[in-house]
């Protein structure tokens, strides 16, 4: 059929690769899916065959960095019967986004969840205050004091959720996922950790049995500070999935295809960049850890950490992220922030870059005193994501910056 001007604007062209096959994944920018039989649409409007329909349901980017996060999560690590664990992941428009309906999936009114007091400050206010609005209430207790966990969640079967973040944001807490996991489970409880500040590089959760795993992608599995994503990770098999692809579906917390391309493309260096981001993290902590005006520097590769035991026993090495006190406090910070040049003086973390913040002038400066003093946020507290620069020039970077 020859076609006139305007519907040759319109049309697009029929791409065929003869013989050869793209290098990259390729953007499928596309909000709808065609199709040229009626039938074959209607079985997958149904659920009778996989296909794409509309990309707030599903997409083949999306599809694509799905895989591939649920197969980070699960490589090395089998089941009961010998067998590779099969995993499936559902990408979202952020960390939060996944986060958000881990817990709309999974809970409802009368429920309660029981995760640590140190949580990501989202979290926290989604919890306390989003959750607790319809009915879920949320227990938040130190989940290092195991005995006490166990006999407050035998003590009351309303409990049916253990949300775990390790290493903690930003006090680098690292909690036992293993010994924490088989106490739900003697429960029936429902497991989930967020392993943003690890990637599943450094930690796999699923080696301990847990049900859910949750990131946000937009900070080390991206890793270059340019896209802005998040991962729910389930068993393949889990009843949730349908419940987590709906909330999904119906809220609109979906992903993009540019922002699935940018994880593609940045997980690519994930092995290398963490590698390099530990290495460097570790001789920044053995370097502030000596100086006069830091009073305590938290990380969890230090032997003197107060969880570097159980660091050690979960994770592959120690990760890119680190926090220190400065003695003279609130004055201190802020005179650090405005005297370091190379680290960049930012929220977010897990880039290429160094960034650094002061959580009780940014992150927390809306929580009263008292309560951030509680969870370790001290006034001189300084939350650091260490990049993969030259840790030479970092060092010299806080040499001046301290002076």
Known sequence: MDLQF????????????????????????????????????????????????????????????????AALEACGINDEQGKPIKLVAHMFSSGMAAISTLFLANLKTGDKVLAQENLYGGTSEFLNKFLAQHGVEPILMDLKDLNGAAALIQSDSKIKMLYIETPSNPTIDVYDIEALTRIAKQNDLIVAVDNTFASPYLQQPYRFGVDFVVHSTTKYINGHGNSISGMLISREDSVMNKSIFDHRKLLGSNSNAFDAWLLLQGVKTLEIRMQRHCANAMKVAEYLSTHPKISKVNYAGLPSHRDHETAKKQMRDFSGMLSFELKDGLDAGKELMRKIKLCKLAVSLGTVDTIIQHPATMSHVGVAKAVREQYGITDGLVRLSVGIEDVNDLIADFEQALE
């Open 6 to 69: 305007g519907s040759v604007c319109v049309r697009n062209p029929d791409t065929v690769f003869k013989n050869a096959i793209p290098h990259m994944e390729s953007i499928v920018a596309s909000t709808t899916f065609s199709y040229d039989d009626p039938e074959a649409l209607m079985e997958v409007f149904l659920g009778e065959q996989k296909g794409f329909v509309y990309s707030r349901w599903s997409n083949p980017t999306i599809e694509l960095a799905e895989q591939k996060v």
